[in-house]
């Protein structure tokens, strides 16, 4: 997405995603960081709803990493309301491809984010990655084989009352081919079911078989690490 794209976004954010991936999110992640005492790398941070779930599972430093500015601000506003996590939670304005931490860290956590890297990008992601790891750390992200996609109709994906307004987020595929899926999005609100606001959104993501991940992760220099359904765990040679 562009950062225009990440403005319309921003309001359906939290919302759309506390009734999608964050539930399952919180029952995974924690335990799979319960050994970690150091720092914390995340990639794509969003608002911080999985940033507020690692600096409470962990109790070293975190760096939340997360290039829009609309998700930023959300982000930092929520760490304002938490003196503990404002002084231990250092936000990075930049994409994935730029990362730069002052120390190795612990472990790099990555929450529906990879999507966002296409096969030629995806090579120098896993570099970048692998070099902020210490001996030893280890990269965390969800992931699951898909369906193949296929170009349909709109449908609605999520609807949530915030007063006397509807929130709605639609979607449609209109184009797919190989891992690459291109999609529509209609972030709409409603007022007694008339359309008051809307911003449309086509974005581009990418979906690889896990066998695919696993080749490009092994030949970046990472072991795999036994982990639940839904995630990927794996950790850089000691």
């Avoid at 231990?88 to 929450?111: F, H, K, Q, S, W």
């Avoid at 999507?115 to 992931?143: C, D, H, K, M, T």
């Avoid at 066998?211 to 970046?220: N, P, S």
Wanted: with cysteine.
């Amino acid at each position: 997405m562009h950062e225009d794209d990440y403005a319309a976004a921003v309001p359906f954010y939290d919302l759309f995603h506390e009734d999608g991936h964050v539930p399952a999110i919180r029952e995974l992640l924690p335990p799979l960081l319960a050994d970690v005492r150091g720092a914390v790398l995340e990639i794509g941070a969003g608002t911080g709803l999985i940033t507020e779930l690692i600096a409470r599972a962990t109790p070293g430093e975190v760096y939340a990493l997360e290039p829009s500015l609309g998700m930023r601000s959300v982000l930092v506003s929520r760490l304002a309301a938490d003196p503990a996590l404002l002084r231990r939670v250092t936000v990075l304005p930049c994409g994935a491809l730029d990362a730069e931490v002052d120390e190795p860290v612990e472990a790099v956590v990555m929450i529906s984010v990879l999507q966002s890297f296409a096969a030629a990008e995806r090579a120098e992601l896993w570099r970048v990655l692998g070099r902020q790891l210490a001996p030893g750390g280890r990269l965390l992200f969800n992931w699951r084989d898909r369906a193949p996609a296929e170009p349909g109709e709109p449908h609605v994906m999520g609807s949530y009352q915030v007063g006397r307004h509807t929130y709605e987020v639609a979607g449609q595929v209109v184009a797919a081919e190989g891992e690459r899926v291109v999609s529509r999005f209609l972030y709409r609100i409603r007022q007694r079911g008339v359309v008051i606001s809307a911003d449309e959104v086509v974005s581009t993501a990418h979906w690889p078989a896990g066998d695919v991940l696993a080749a490009e992760l092994k030949a970046a220099g990472f072991e795999a690490v036994a982990a639940p359904e839904g995630m990927q765990v794996w950790r850089m040679p000691k």
